[in-house]
């Protein structure tokens, strides 16, 4: 076995200036229907078989759409079933499953635990990867890394990898058909963004997850994915409602999918991750929210410690519009209790790239800006009500 891959320890070795570098998939598809093209792609790119990774669901569903797109080109295609965590034992089972064989790359067909176990086992059989997300929940798709958890659904690492996703390919009836809340959460990932991005950018001893300066094009696209939630994100719920795909929706895709996924990777991340990662150490948040809903309640709690209450509200009254929670009682928790919160905390100070804030982070300071932001979104839902949250759930 070689020894595991880690970007930073090629990079990070330069103090001053540090090396900059931009992570991103080969190629990036997007588009109503785009799923029925991937047989004459998978052709031009001189793929003979191809392994399907998905669920029990996906197998019948989305895989299905993308096995006969191969098949009616003379792609040869292998199945292999997703059991749900992306978990050492689930990945070598699933390498077990296809290493015989012989393929030419890998598909991995589902939401971000699916795609990240996929990256996974195409590391391990040595062939490319091909991402296709079916869902705008998460920023997972486009980044050379991949998340682990245990068994039971614990965070427990990430593994990174020296090549990129060769495609990645989201079919936006695909995304349209799902339930609202899954774009909702991704676009409370994807706002966490530019807010983590400016402040590495802003500091010049932050670093990304690659162990560099960020680039000035993922500070950029982060900007970028920020004001395209703002000007788009409602209009987009709606082509959600009414399940047809519409310029809005693919312009939150995009920014959900390429722009947060790059950025994150490349442009750096702060706070608002640190809280989320605290919040799955609570199980009954672990269990009933999604990762962008507590990235979302860690947006304004970032922002809280950052003294910028103004950008704090702005963001807070946007989360509210399109139904992301944005004070503790929304998620099961409140102020009183303490063990909770300090739960919270403490796993949010183990986040390493939360020292990228440009001023010592310590407990008091965790807890006010969670605190603090709490009170702020109370504030919000009392004047603007929380209809689009009791909506989408
Ligand atoms: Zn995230």
Not at 229 to 258: F, I, K, M, W
Not at 352 to 364: E, G, H, R, Y
Request: net charge negative; aromatic share 6%; glycine share 10%.
């Amino acid at each position: 076995m070689t020894e595991p891959f880690q970007p930073a320890s090629i990079y990070a070795r330069n103090a001053d200036p540090s090396v900059r570098v931009v992570i991103a998939p080969t190629k990036y598809i997007q588009g109503p229907g785009v799923l029925n093209t991937v047989g004459l792609l998978a052709q031009r790119l001189g793929f003979g078989k191809v392994g399907l990774l998905a669920s029990r669901r996906g197998h019948g569903a989305e895989a299905a759409a993308v096995k006969q797109a191969l098949e009616s080109s003379t792609i040869d295609t292998a199945t292999s079933e997703f059991g749900g965590e992306s978990s050492l034992r689930e990945i070598e089972a699933r390498v077990a499953d296809l290493s015989p064989e012989a393929l030419d790359v890998l598909f991995a067909i589902g939401g971000g635990k699916c795609v990240d176990a996929g990256k996974c086992i195409a590391e391990r059989l040595g062939v490319p990867v091909i991402i296709v997300p079916t869902l705008a929940s998460n920023d997972a798709p486009c980044s050379a890394l991949a998340v682990l958890y245990t068994e039971a659904g614990v965070m427990s690492g990430a593994e990174f990898f020296p090549n990129s996703p060769i495609a990645v390919i989201v079919d936006t009836d695909v995304i349209a058909a799902a339930s609202e809340r899954y774009l909702v959460s991704g676009m409370g990932d994807a706002m966490a963004t530019w807010y983590e991005a400016k402040v590495c950018a802003e500091n010049p001893a932050a670093r990304t997850v690659l162990g560099t300066r960020p680039t000035i094009t993922a500070t950029a696209m982060s900007e970028l994915c920020a004001h395209t939630l703002y000007d788009h994100g409602e209009a987009a719920c709606e082509a959600v409602r009414h399940g047809a795909p519409n310029e809005s929706l693919e312009q939150v895709v995009e920014a959900n999918t390429l722009l947060s996924g790059i950025g994150f990777e490349s442009g750096g991340l702060a706070g608002a991750h640190g809280y989320a990662q605290g919040y799955t150490v609570l199980p009954s948040v672990e269990e009933h929210y999604l990762h962008g809903e507590m990235v979302a309640m860690g947006v304004m709690a970032q922002l809280m410690m950052e003294d910028c209450p103004d950008e704090a509200r702005r963001v807070g009254e946007f989360f509210v519009r399109v139904g992301l929670p944005v004070h503790l009682g929304q998620m099961g928790l409140s102020a009183t209790q303490t063990e909770d919160i300090e739960a919270v905390v403490q796993g949010a100070m183990s986040f390493a790239p939360f020292a990228n804030l440009p001023f010592p982070v310590d407990q008091d300071r965790v807890r006010q800006g969670m605190l603090t932001a709490s009170v702020l979104g109370e504030a919000i839902t009392a004047e603007h009500g929380e209809q689009a949250f009791q909506r989408i759930r």
